[in-house]
C-alpha cells in the first residue's frame, strides 16, 4: 500500500516537473517572437497623440516614431527609384525590398519562425529592432509595479544604459559582421555611415524622457548634462565598434567570405573623392601627406580624431595606451597594402581600452567646467581635426553643437547667439563634402575657441 502510494506521488512530483519544463520552454520559445509595433499603438500605452502630463513615460511614442520618426520609412526606402537601381548595381538577383543584404538594416527581418501572426516586414525599422522581441514581456510591463530588470530578464534589449543603447545603434549605423555598408555598396548608391548619438538621437526626435527618473537612493541627474553623456560615451563605444569591425575585417571574417583587403570603406573617402581644380589652389597638395605616401589615402579616423581629446582629459593612462594603438592602425591603414597581422593586433588591443573608458565616461559626474573644457580643446586644435578630413571636421561640429546646449544651458554666456552662429557656420561648410577645405574650416574652428573666451 505505502509503495503504491509512493509510486503515485512520485508520478504527480514528476508531471508536475514535467508541465512546469513545458510551460518554461513554451515561454522561452515565446520570447522569441516579434509581434509588430501595432500592439504598441493603443492610446492608453504609447500610441497617444501628444505626452500625457504625470505619466511614468510620454505615452507618445508610437506617435513619435509613425509621424516623425526616419526609422519608420526605412523599408520604403528600399522600394523607391534609388533602391532599385543600388540593387541592380550589386546584382542582388531580387528588388532591395526582397534583398536580405538590405532588410538587414532597412526592415525588422527575423526567422518566419519568429514572427508573430501580426508582424510585417513593411514597417521598417520599428520598436522591436531596438527593444527587443516583445511577446514575453508585453503584457507584464505595462502592469502596475513591474520593474525595468524583469522585462529585460524576458528579452528587453536595455536601452536606458547608454553603452547598450550606441551598440544597439551602431549595429545598423556602423555594422557587424552580417549587416554592414562596405565600399561596393557606397559605389553603387548607399550613402557612407556616419554616426554621433546625441545628435542623430534630437533628430530622431527621442521619444523617451530626459533625464528618466533617478532610481532610488540615486540623486537625479540636470538634464542639461544628458546630452553631453550620450555624446562622450556614444564616442567611446562608436570607437570600440569601429575597431572590433576593423579587426574582424582584417581577419577576412566577413559572413560572405568575401576577402577583400584593404576594405576601402575603412579610408577616408574624400582623399579620393573631392572637387578637382588647379593644382596651385589644393590645400591638400600644399600640406603635404604626412605619414603616408603621395596618393595613399589616409585611414578614416573621424571616430578617433575628436574623442582622443576628451580620452586625454579624464583618462589619461588608458588613453596614452589607446593613443599608441590606434597610431599603429593609423599607420598601418595609411599604406597602399596594409599588414592585417599588425591591423588585427592593434585594433584588438585598443577594444578593451576604448570600453574601459567608456564605462567611466557612463558613470562620471558632467558639469559645466567639463563642458567648457572640452569645447576649448576641440576648437583649439583646428588644425589637426581639419587636416583629418571631412568626416573628423564633421564630428568636431557634431561635438561642438552638443557640448555647447549643454554649456550654454548651465551657463548661460552673453554671447551664446554668437557662438551659435559660428558653429552653424561650420555645419555650412560641410553640406558639400567634396568641396570642404580644410585651411577655412581650421580657421571658422579657430574664431569659435576665441568666442568662448
Not at 124 to 131: I, K, Q, T
Request: glycine share 6%.
Amino acid at each position: 500500500m505505502r509503495q503504491a502510494s509512493n509510486s503515485i506521488m512520485l508520478r504527480v512530483i514528476f508531471c508536475a516537473w514535467f508541465m512546469a519544463l513545458t510551460a518554461l520552454l513554451s515561454a522561452q520559445n515565446e520570447s522569441v517572437k516579434y509581434i509588430g509595433p501595432g500592439s504598441c499603438a493603443a492610446t492608453s500605452c504609447h500610441g497617444s497623440v501628444k505626452p500625457i502630463a504625470g505619466s511614468r513615460i510620454l505615452q507618445n511614442e508610437y506617435s513619435t516614431w509613425i509621424i516623425k520618426d526616419k526609422h519608420s520609412r526605412a523599408y520604403q526606402v528600399l522600394t523607391g527609384e534609388i533602391g532599385e537601381r543600388v540593387a541592380r548595381i550589386l546584382k542582388l538577383g531580387a528588388k532591395a525590398e526582397e534583398a536580405p543584404r538590405c532588410l538587414a538594416c532597412h526592415a525588422l527581418n527575423p526567422a518566419p519562425g519568429q514572427r508573430g501572426r501580426r508582424f510585417e516586414i513593411s514597417e521598417g525599422v520599428s520598436c522591436e529592432n531596438c527593444h527587443g522581441p516583445a511577446s514575453a514581456w508585453l503584457g507584464p510591463h505595462t502592469t502596475k509595479s513591474w520593474p525595468h530588470q524583469k522585462s529585460v530578464a524576458l528579452g528587453m534589449h536595455d536601452t536606458r544604459d547608454v553603452i547598450h543603447r550606441t551598440e544597439k545603434c551602431l549595429e545598423c549605423h556602423l555594422g557587424t559582421k552580417n549587416k554592414f555598408v562596405d565600399h561596393e555598396m557606397i559605389a553603387a548608391g548607399h550613402p557612407d555611415l556616419y554616426f554621433e548619438l546625441e545628435s542623430f538621437s534630437a533628430v530622431m526626435p527621442r521619444h523617451w524622457k530626459t533625464p528618466r527618473e533617478s532610481e532610488p537612493g540615486k540623486p537625479a541627474e540636470d538634464a542639461a548634462w544628458v546630452g553631453m553623456r550620450e555624446w562622450s560615451a556614444g564616442q567611446a563605444v562608436q570607437l570600440r565598434a569601429a575597431m572590433e569591425r576593423l579587426t574582424w575585417r582584417a581577419k577576412g571574417e566577413r559572413f560572405d567570405k568575401q576577402d577583400v583587403w584593404p576594405e576601402y570603406s575603412e579610408l577616408s573617402c574624400f582623399a579620393c573623392h573631392h572637387a578637382l581644380g588647379p593644382a596651385k589652389d589644393s590645400w591638400r597638395q600644399e600640406h603635404g601627406y604626412a605619414g603616408r605616401r603621395p596618393g595613399d589615402p589616409p585611414w578614416n579616423s573621424s571616430r578617433y580624431a575628436v574623442f582622443r581629446l576628451l580620452a586625454k582629459q579624464i583618462d589619461s593612462a588608458n588613453a596614452q595606451e589607446l593613443d599608441r594603438q590606434v597610431l599603429a592602425v593609423s599607420d598601418q591603414m595609411s599604406k597602399l597594402n596594409p599588414d592585417r597581422n599588425a591591423v588585427a593586433l592593434a585594433a584588438s588591443a585598443a577594444v578593451p581600452l576604448a570600453q574601459r573608458i567608456a564605462e567611466r565616461l557612463l558613470t562620471m559626474q558632467y558639469h559645466q567646467a567639463v563642458a567648457l573644457r572640452m569645447l576649448e580643446r576641440i576648437s583649439d586644435d583646428a588644425e589637426n581635426i581639419a587636416l583629418a578630413d571631412e568626416r573628423a571636421a564633421e564630428q568636431a561640429v557634431l561635438a561642438l553643437d552638443a557640448l555647447y546646449i549643454a554649456y550654454s544651458k548651465d551657463a548661460k554666456p552673453g554671447n551664446a547667439a554668437e557662438v551659435r552662429a559660428a558653429i552653424n557656420e561650420l555645419f555650412g561648410q560641410l553640406e558639400n563634402p567634396s568641396a570642404y577645405n580644410a585651411d577655412q574650416f581650421a580657421s571658422s574652428l579657430r574664431r569659435v575657441h576665441t568666442l568662448l573666451h
